[in-house]
């Protein structure tokens, strides 16, 4: 018998489109194309799970937008002041952290685990949070999954090797084949989201960049000059 995986919700489909609750099916269909593209197993950053899982969540976004809204929601939402969104960093929902929050004029810290994913909800006191994540620049989460782009020596981008990369989430270090070395792309398997409640431990996607080129060390020149002069 085939295990069967997480159970993709509205909030996770949402995430790995990268649309918001008003997308409407033109916005919908324009998300999927360029997630799809992005992760079509034909192309060097492509991803044949990623692939399934953009196609699941547009299937279901589009089920959504088709349900009928004559019948009245089986669970009552929360009243608008007990409810409210709550921006987190990628750095907190990677490693957990705190917000510091203003409720009826208190300032109370709000203590949050590592693994947050966006529409997570956590309480604190009679306010329900739903979790939304902060954009950053060459980082991105998408479902269990975390993106970075990281800058390495231009060297093991040609060669592969020993990888140190500069992330927007600090240096995130790597063996990487010449293969890999050449796509600019290497999966590492368990390094996204940790695990938390019924989400599994994502993987984390390392994009690699050249990085500029430092200058020579006063002793690396001397080095080079001693031994051009030594060869004439």
């Given at each position: 018998m085939t295990a069967k995986g997480p159970v993709l919700t509205l909030f996770a489909a949402r995430a790995l489109l990268g649309v918001g609750p008003d997308a409407d099916e033109r916005a919908l269909r324009k998300a999927y194309r360029e997630a799809a593209k992005r992760a079509h197993p034909d192309r060097p950053t492509g991803d044949a799970a990623?692939?399934?899982?953009?196609?699941?969540?547009?299937?279901?976004?589009?089920?959504?937008?088709?349900?009928?809204?004559?019948?009245?929601?089986?669970?009552?939402?929360?009243?608008?002041?007990?409810?409210?969104?709550?921006?987190?960093?990628?750095?907190?929902?990677?490693?957990?952290?705190?917000?510091?929050?203003?409720?009826?004029g208190r300032r109370l810290r709000l203590k949050l685990p590592a693994g947050l994913r966006a529409g997570d909800k956590v309480r604190l006191l009679d306010v329900l949070f739903e979790v939304r994540h902060r954009p950053?620049?060459?980082?991105?989460?998408?479902?269990?999954?975390?993106w970075l782009t990281g800058k390495v020596a231009p060297r093991v981008l040609a060669e592969g090797g020993r990888v140190e990369a500069d992330t927007p989430l600090g240096p995130r270090q790597a063996w990487i084949s010449t293969k890999a070395a050449e796509r600019g792309l290497v999966r590492l398997a368990g390094q996204g989201l940790p695990a938390r409640a019924h989400h599994r431990a994502g993987d984390l996607f390392l994009r690699l960049e050249a990085?500029?080129?430092d200058k020579d060390s006063l002793a690396r020149s001397l080095l080079r000059r001693f031994a051009a002069a030594w060869a004439a």
């Amino acid at each position: 018998m085939t295990a069967k995986g997480p159970v993709l919700t509205l909030f996770a489909a949402r995430a790995l489109l990268g649309v918001g609750p008003d997308a409407d099916e033109r916005a919908l269909r324009k998300a999927y194309r360029e997630a799809a593209k992005r992760a079509h197993p034909d192309r060097p950053t492509g991803d044949a799970a990623l692939f399934r899982e953009v196609q699941a969540a547009y299937r279901l976004l589009q089920d959504s937008l088709a349900r009928p809204t004559t019948f009245a929601p089986a669970v009552t939402a929360p009243a608008a002041a007990d409810y409210a969104f709550l921006d987190i960093d990628i750095a907190t929902a990677v490693s957990g952290g705190s917000e510091e929050l203003s409720i009826d004029g208190r300032r109370l810290r709000l203590k949050l685990p590592a693994g947050l994913r966006a529409g997570d909800k956590v309480r604190l006191l009679d306010v329900l949070f739903e979790v939304r994540h902060r954009p950053l620049d060459g980082a991105l989460v998408r479902g269990d999954d975390l993106w970075l782009t990281g800058k390495v020596a231009p060297r093991v981008l040609a060669e592969g090797g020993r990888v140190e990369a500069d992330t927007p989430l600090g240096p995130r270090q790597a063996w990487i084949s010449t293969k890999a070395a050449e796509r600019g792309l290497v999966r590492l398997a368990g390094q996204g989201l940790p695990a938390r409640a019924h989400h599994r431990a994502g993987d984390l996607f390392l994009r690699l960049e050249a990085a500029e080129k430092d200058k020579d060390s006063l002793a690396r020149s001397l080095l080079r000059r001693f031994a051009a002069a030594w060869a004439a």
